[in-house]
């Protein structure tokens, strides 16, 4: 039986950002982790197995930088210097802002950085390796699990077991580890696909996205190193299925009906996906011997690019409420020590998919009446609109109280 202080089941982005904060470089009081995944996340490091990319907001650059990976990421970081929203219709021949955010409404700083994310796998994995106290088991998924007392247990499908103080699951939308222990979840499908890729552009994007609200859900331009772009293009999940069986041409051709002409001439940079979007969050954070982070514990519509954030303000918190307890002799998997990590997370996890799917719901729609009321809302609010505020509260992550690593403090 091979045995651990934490097991983290999941290899994937939280689960690497959990290992490197509870045993990276810069962990105060590194424990023993290993850390658990059906897939090999060497694989996740190539540009055909994610296509994502994800914007950094300041608190979470901090939270990278204490965590010692941040250097590593900065090398393939594009830094997002405004942000426009339109909600102009397709064809129109301007696209007036709804809204703007330049580094102006940042103290002069970029207010987030857009990072792909085979970038964040790669630097997460090489300092999670680097560690002497982290170590990862891949190939093989963990079959079944066992909570309590004092100790989780999982066994993989290839019959090794293992055995820790906690298990920390970061195993994703479905969570095995969630379903086992027996949490449920509440959310909704939204019937919409978000279709992923790269562009390559003629004209620089002088680090500007937008985010361009259509009838079927945003279509999100997001710059990237080297005149390329990310996007996130929404569509009803029908529709996306339509489109993704499109040949080269055609999916060109579509895309460049959205895109508009301002970037020059186009070409896709990267391979496609698509990720069908929900909103779930777990009715409860913890169980005895458990933590949820990221994906396993939220999932949130990726209208504003938080969905990682919102998971590294876990990691963040869980390694702190460890830490502390450690310092004082107590038991990383504890009942105090999961009860100050659910009451951490909870409140601002429910604001920020509360606020998230009212944005979703509120421009994923051609309604005139809802149309007029997102230009009145928006525009009478003048330069702080509610969404601004919002956006503004999430990037320089002042909700709620902050844990350290997210003010830029080793834990
Ligand atoms: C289109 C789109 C755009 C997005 N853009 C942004 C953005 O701009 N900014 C942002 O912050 N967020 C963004 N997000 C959200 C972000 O990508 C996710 O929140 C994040 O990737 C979730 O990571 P995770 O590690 O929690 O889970 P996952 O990536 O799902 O990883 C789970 C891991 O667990 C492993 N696993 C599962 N079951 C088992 C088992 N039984 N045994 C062993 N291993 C197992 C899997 O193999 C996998 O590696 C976006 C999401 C989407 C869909």
Request: glycine share 10%; net charge neutral; aromatic share 6%.
């Amino acid at each position: 039986m091979d045995k651990a202080d934490i097991l983290i089941a999941g290899a994937a982005l939280n689960g690497l950002a959990a290992a490197v904060a509870l045993a990276g470089p810069k962990a105060r009081t590194p424990l023993d982790i290993l850390i658990l995944d059906q897939a090999d996340p060497t694989k996740f490091s190539r540009d055909t197995f994610d296509g994502r990319a994800s914007a950094i907001t300041a608190s979470s650059r901090r939270m990278l930088e204490a965590l010692g990976v941040w250097e590593a990421i900065a090398l393939h970081a594009e830094p997002m210097r405004d942000i426009i929203v339109t909600d102009a219709k397709l064809g129109a021949e301007t696209r007036p802002a709804l809204l703007h955010f330049g580094e102006e409404d940042h103290g002069g700083a970029a207010s987030a950085f857009m990072v792909e994310n085979r970038h964040l796998y790669g630097a997460l994995l090489d300092a999670a390796l680097a560690s002497p106290h982290v170590r990862l088991k891949t190939g093989t998924r963990i079959a079944s699990y066992t909570f309590g007392p004092g100790l989780a247990r999982v066994t993989t499908e290839t019959g090794e077991d293992a055995k820790a103080s906690l298990l920390v699951a970061a195993d994703g939308r479905a969570s095995p580890a969630r379903k086992a222990a027996g949490i449920a979840t509440y959310g909704w499908a939204y019937d919409q696909t978000g279709i992923v890729t790269t562009v390559a552009h003629e004209r620089p994007h002088h680090g500007r996205a937008e985010e361009h609200f259509l009838p079927s859900g945003p279509f999100a331009i997001l710059p990237l190193p080297q005149n390329r772009s990310s996007l996130v293009w929404t569509e009803r999940s029908g529709e996306a299925q339509r489109i993704m069986a499109l040949d080269d041409a055609g999916f060109l051709a579509e895309l460049s009906r959205r895109f508009g002409g301002h970037l020059g001439e186009i070409s896709i940079a990267g391979p496609r996906h698509a990720y069908p979007l929900s909103m779930q969050i777990a009715q409860s954070f913890t169980a005895e011997r458990l933590a949820l982070i990221g994906d396993a514990a939220h999932v949130i519509h990726p209208i504003a690019g938080l969905g990682f954030n919102l998971g590294l303000r876990d990691v963040a918190a869980l390694a702190e409420s460890v830490a502390e307890a450690v310092k004082l002799g107590l038991d990383p998997g504890s009942d105090a020590v999961l009860e100050t990590y659910a009451r951490w997370r909870r409140f601002d996890t429910a604001m920020t998919a509360v606020a998230t799917d009212g944005l979703t719901r509120l421009f994923s729609n051609d309604n005139t009446a809802l149309r007029a009321i997102r230009g009145m809302g928006l525009r009478a609010a003048g330069s702080l609109g509610a969404l601004k505020g919002f956006f503004m509260r999430e990037a320089a992550g002042e909700t709620g109280r902050l844990p350290k690593l997210l003010q830029g403090e080793a834990v």
